[in-house]
């Protein structure tokens, strides 16, 4: 089970080559890995065609990369939770940077995964956003400035005030909200940095799908979350 | 392999309780057992969730319900041809009328299924966008009158000129291409009347997904595609 | 100078003919008329096309119906803040239900009124969302549940629980928040009942829009305004 | 009244701030001077909110840049064609490579403006995408790269071949549509090269809106267009 108040490190496939179909299993096994090796919380977030595989064969919680706030029926090229949910997934990222949603959007996906029994966590760009996400009460808000991701240049470096500005907003309106950043993540002490500001993890993608060896640096990761506890 | 010179029913599994999971994997393999016993060509479009396991499981040809015009890298949330290919999956539904496209990223997502080797069947909701698909060069044009889809009301009853102008407007432009037609589909007369119109046979959904028993009714319209040939 | 602190009546053109061109014209200098004969404020937002003129024949506040995120440059069919103060145009409606934004657009739009000086009306479909946008600090927001717009059937009266539970929860966030709410209101009574829950005023449409003598009913609007102060 | 069989050059004013409010007024009236001098056909295409002043003010056709596939009703920011009408609007860009439209969408409005009594002009961005507009019958297609959109580096010079296969493409499934070309025309050698390829004209934006002179350079583009009839 997710303690959703010990760190968390969600790992978003996104749709790199390197975390598609066979890779994408394989990656999630040296997470799953990872996990048990190091006792951290460990999430994968792999592309919607890989999801049934690997959270079958795979040991640590799945999400989707995105949902539809519908319910069964006649929609086509949608994501619904059913499906997510018979398919074994726990929870979902929803309004990432790269597929964002209209307001009224995010609000019925949040409600959608309360009802259906899924983890949310919504993504936000900015402090303001974070705070306007916090209203809505998802189960988790991970803030990423998009002008960092995949740069290299860990957010919790280059914009530590962008960190806690949002940690302020979003506790000043939901109090317990855990928040995840992300954004440029490829160290260790990155981690480190983004725990010390006040952050319960990271979502991180090309840092880890990316690495020379994911397992490795997947590995420093989850080490720096347990030695933060 | 898929002969595009001759009949055609696709059967769509859109987001329905009764094609999700483990019910999605009934239902294609009642498709490919209606397939082997009549010779008829049957294609199943089921859930992206879905869509592997089906792939591994069924011998018939399985095609998304749609694709991102996008290239392997940061997208979150979309589907890659790559991991469709993986899959097994053969083709894909692009622009149904309840996943509708700007123009540009209609003929991008057809342009991706030529270089990738995925059967593209670019969907059209009436005779004007038809010819404007057509033009974009697709392997399949599918025209669908949305105000029927889901009634039990054929096109090919309720309004055959439909069909008609659809196909005397896109042979203008591509003598050769295949047309199918759908919405209202819930007899295999109606398959019959689609294929005397002058259709290379259907795009079907809740006629046989909600069928009494699909098997059965998904039987006779193939039988009608044989009889017709 | 508008006063937010006090009661306000917004009245939202749309693109109903009978608020088109002259007809626009002639209807802003009602609302001008009732204005001066009440003293009550009232807001006309008319179509794009007719603002200039509007906001150059009328001495009551004009907005816009909706503005876009952009600064002067490469952008074609997109509304820029500077053209609307250049017209005499001060403020502008967002995310109204029939043009509903991303989160992030949303954002960024109020981020941008606050720039350039032009007051914000940010328009919520529920409580959950109406706090979401009161975290993001605009001038004011309304909330109008879609179900009930252009019914007849006032929100004051057929839900009222949507209006207190909005103002609670948008209050905790930002207790000065002026609140207006819409949807069904055709009545003067129901403007009473609006301001009586807690709201600071209407966003209104086809309640005087196509009221059979505009004048008269926004007079009595107007007039359940004034009383309540 | 506009001959569409005869040369044309639409000047698109964008969002620029050097074709806002006044200085919006001011360029038109310039447009309308070299038109009259040169005897060319000049179009021009002001942001919404000034499109009543100078379609009221000057004597040469105006066109919208974007127009919404609606009929008068509940619609909120939208651009409704009788508005447009009223204010002496007389045609529009659709599907403008800043504001693309759904496949359906362009055709709707298509549509639309030829019940309406509007010229249509709807942009494509490649060969493919102009010959399935062109199936839709507009009134005018017009051809941008967007890589090339402001860069000053002339599509007639970079890539002559996008616009001779557009042509080919086009007027195989249209024989006598109009066509023309933009992106990077900043000199009147790069109209005359546009229409020596065989375009009926161009869509020019900062070219003129930017220019230093825009009287001087639109009349040399006027005169390059008048001495290749």
């Known amino acids: ?8 490190i969600i790992v978003n496939f996104k749709t790199y080559i390197e975390s598609t179909g066979k890779k994408a299993i394989e990656l999630a096994k040296q997470a799953e890995k ?20 690997i959270a079958e064969d795979i040991d640590i919680p799945v999400f989707a990369q995105h949902l539809d706030p519908i319910t069964p029926g006649n929609n086509t090229g949608h994501i619904l939770a059913e499906a997510l949910k018979e398919a074994g997934v726990v929870g979902t990222l929803i309004n990432h940077s790269e597929r964002q949603l209209r307001l009224i959007d995010i ?3 949040v409600e959608l995964t309360k009802e259906k029994g899924l983890i949310s966590c919504v993504c936000a760009n900015n402090p303001a956003t974070s705070a306007a996400i916090a209203a809505l009460n998802p189960d988790i808000t991970s803030i990423e400035p998009p002008e960092l991701i995949g740069t290299g240049i860990p957010v919790s470096k280059a914009q530590p ?3 806690t500005n949002t940690i302020n907003l979003v506790h000043q309106i939901n109090k317990k909200m855990p928040i995840l950043c992300g954004a440029g993540i490829s160290q ?12 319960q993890g990271i979502l991180v993608a090309s840092g880890i799908v990316k690495a020379k060896n994911p397992y490795n ?6 080490n720096a979350t347990q030695q933060q506890r």
């Not at 089970?1 to 968390?8: G, V």
């Not at 260790?188 to 010390?196: C, H, I, R, S, W």
């Open 1 to 8: 089970m997710l303690k959703l108040n010990e760190p968390i």
């Open 217 to 222: 640096t997947l590995y420093t990761f989850a």
């Open 188 to 199: 260790a002490e990155d981690v480190t940095n983004a725990l010390k500001l006040g952050t």
């Open 161 to 163: 005030e962008i960190i």
């Open 34 to 53: 990872v996990s048990k090796e190091t006792g951290a919380q460990i999430i994968v977030a792999p592309q919607f065609v890989d999801l049934a595989k």
């Open 107 to 109: 609000q019925k996906t």
